[in-house]
C-alpha cells in the first residue's frame, strides 16, 4: 500500500519511516512538511494512507481534509488530544498521540486493514470475527505472588493508586504492581477507555455520565481535562 507523510518535524518523519519499513507491504512514495504540496500531490496520485500530523505550517492538517472531496485512509499524529473529537468527525481511521509506540502504531496499521477487508469481505465475517475476541475474553493479572483471572466483560474500571493499579469487577478489587499506562495497552480500545490521568472504564458498564464525570456501578468518576473530547467521540456512536 502507498503512503504518503506529511510532517514538519524531521525526527516525527523518521520514527514514522522506521515504523513503516516493519510492514512489507506497506511502501513511503512521498513525505511532505507542509499541507499545500501534499494537496496538489494527493490530487494526481492515489494514495491508500496518509499519516497526518495536524499541526503544520500555513495549514493544518484537518484543513488539509477539508479541501479534499476524497482521500485515502488518514491516521492522524499529534502532540495535541484537543483534536480527536474534530479528527473522528472527519471519518479518520486512527488518531495517534506523540510520543508514538510501535504497538500504538500496528494498532492503526490494523484499523487500516480491517477497513480494507470490509469494502471486499460479506458482512457475515466481521461478525465472526468480532465474536472471536469473546472467545477468549479475559486476563490473568500478578497480585502478590499469583496471577489472577478477570473476565473482560466483568472488569468495571481501573483505577491507579500511586505505582499500584486497582481493578475493579463487580464481586472484587484486585490490587496490581504495575503502571495503568502499561494496562492500558493490553486492553482493547473499542471496549476500554481512558478518561483521565488516573482511570481507565468499560464503555459496557457506564451507567451515565455527564461531560465531566462517570458512573460506574455507582462510583463517580472524574473525565480529565485533557480526555474529554475523546471520550466524547468514543460515546457518540451510543448516544441517540
Given amino acids: 500500500m502507498n503512503c504518503m507523510i506529511v510532517e514538519d518535524e524531521l525526527p516525527a518523519v523518521k520514527v514514522l519511516e522506521n515504523y513503516i519499513s516493519h510492514f512489507s507491504d506497506l511502501k513511503i512514495e512521498s513525505v511532505h512538511n507542509n499541507a499545500i504540496d501534499a ?35 488518514v491516521i492522524l ?6 483534536f480527536a473529537l474534530e479528527g473522528y468527525e472527519l471519518e479518520i481511521t486512527d488518531y495517534l498521540l506523540k510520543p508514538i509506540t510501535f504497538e500504538r502504531f500496528t494498532k492503526g496499521i490494523t484499523k487500516v486493514y480491517k477497513n480494507m477487508q470490509k469494502q471486499f469481505i460479506a458482512p457475515e465475517i466481521p461478525v465472526q470475527k468480532e465474536r472471536s475476541f ?11 505472588r499469583e496471577y489472577i483471572k478477570i ?15 486497582k481493578l ?9 504492581l504495575m503502571s495503568l499506562s502499561h494496562i492500558e495497552e493490553k486492553l482493547p480500545e473499542k471496549y476500554f477507555l481512558r478518561v483521565h490521568r488516573s482511570y ?34 468514543w460515546m457518540s456512536d451510543s448516544i441517540v
Fill in 77 to 82: 499524529t499529534t502532540a495535541h488530544r484537543e
Fill in 200 to 233: 481507565i472504564v468499560s464503555a459496557h458498564h457506564i451507567e451515565r455520565f455527564t461531560q465531566n464525570s462517570i458512573t460506574i456501578h455507582k462510583k463517580s468518576i472524574p473525565i480529565g481535562r485533557h480526555y474529554k473530547q475523546l471520550f466524547l467521540s
Fill in 39 to 73: 494537496i496538489s500531490e494527493l490530487q494526481k496520485t492515489h494514495y491508500d494512507i496518509l499519516f497526518l500530523d495536524i499541526q503544520l505550517p500555513k495549514m493544518s492538517g484537518i484543513q488539509l481534509l477539508n479541501s479534499l472531496k476524497n482521500y485515502p485512509a
Fill in 134 to 144: 469473546f472467545s477468549a475474553p479475559f486476563i490473568y493479572v500478578k497480585s502478590e
Fill in 168 to 176: 475493579v469487577t463487580r464481586t472484587e478489587s484486585i490490587i496490581s
Fill in 151 to 165: 473476565l473482560l466483560k466483568d472488569l468495571l474500571y481501573i483505577e491507579s493508586i500511586k505505582n499500584h493499579v
